[in-house]
């Protein structure tokens, strides 16, 4: 009778498990302006395409996984139309374009607000959970910053600290969720306050990421004389 019990309650539970669908995010923060950047040694972000490249290269393995994956990109778009007053190109028409190409959903963001909005309501969260969440972009330990040395030199007026995010709902994540943040130092505390504030585990460097010697990497950060943890 017992068997029985239970297995009517796993054909209920079942369906219920599997109800949802999945969505795949990635996050692109501003690059510094270079002619601020270029007489520092070492100068940050010598290319504009930094936190960009790395976001296709998701998009290609997301989808190489998973040819109907749903994928968002949410880029700061102010830290791009300030950079590209340095004459590099039409910065924003290139990255507007990139959506199209792997069927992304491209929203360009200025606060931090609206990165917190679209994850908690950018869809109706009991039926489209996020499956992956990737960060590229400049962050300290407490902080992803997401206009660092693009609006004012060494600095940033665009950022999410640790002690906000109890803003992000539980509950929205998949089931073994990877969470990644590729900036720079976030295992080093960030990673903790995420976790407990979400429930799911953030993977973060302790020590710096380089962006420099992506290109080695099928374009994906590396670190730099660090280590990734939970």
């Known amino acids: 009778m017992l068997h029985r019990i239970?297995?009517?309650?796993?054909?209920?539970a079942a369906p219920l498990q599997a109800a949802y669908e999945k969505e795949y995010i990635v996050v692109s923060g501003g690059v510094s302006l270079y002619q601020w950047e270029k007489f520092k040694n070492p100068p940050h972000d010598r290319w504009w395409g930094n936190f960009i490249r790395p976001a296709v290269?998701?998009?290609?393995?997301?989808?190489?996984?998973?040819?109907?994956?749903?994928?968002?990109?949410?880029?700061?778009?102010?830290?791009?139309?300030?950079?590209?007053?340095?004459?590099?190109?039409?910065?924003?028409?290139?990255?507007?374009?990139?959506?199209?190409?792997?069927?992304?959903?491209?929203?360009?963001?200025?606060?931090?607000?609206?990165?917190?909005?679209?994850?908690?309501?950018?869809?109706?969260?009991?039926?489209v959970k996020i499956a992956s969440l990737d960060w590229f972009l400049h962050s300290n330990k407490?902080?992803?910053?997401?206009?660092?040395?693009?609006?004012?030199?060494?600095g940033s007026k665009s950022w999410l600290h640790e002690n906000e995010l109890g803003r992000i709902n539980r509950g929205i994540f998949a089931p073994k969720a990877l969470v990644k943040s590729w900036g720079c130092h976030t295992g080093e505390s960030m990673s903790k306050k995420w976790r407990r504030a979400t429930g799911v585990p953030m993977i973060g460097a302790v020590g710096k990421t380089d962006y420099s010697l992506m290109y080695r990497n099928n374009w994906l950060p590396v670190l730099s004389k660090g280590r990734w943890t939970r």
Do not use: C
């Not at 239970?6 to 209920?12: E, I, N, P, Y």
């Not at 407490?142 to 060494?154: G, K, L, Q, R, V």
């Open 6 to 12: 239970a297995l009517v309650l796993w054909l209920v």
């Open 57 to 127: 290269t998701r998009f290609q393995q997301i989808k190489e996984a998973n040819p109907k994956a749903r994928l968002t990109w949410l880029v700061h778009k102010p830290s791009y139309q300030r950079r590209l007053r340095q004459g590099e190109g039409p910065l924003t028409t290139w990255i507007a374009n990139i959506g199209p190409k792997y069927g992304v959903k491209l929203i360009w963001f200025t606060s931090p607000d609206t990165v917190i909005n679209y994850l908690n309501a950018g869809q109706p969260r009991a039926q």
């Open 142 to 154: 407490a902080a992803f910053m997401f206009d660092y040395s693009n609006e004012i030199d060494s």
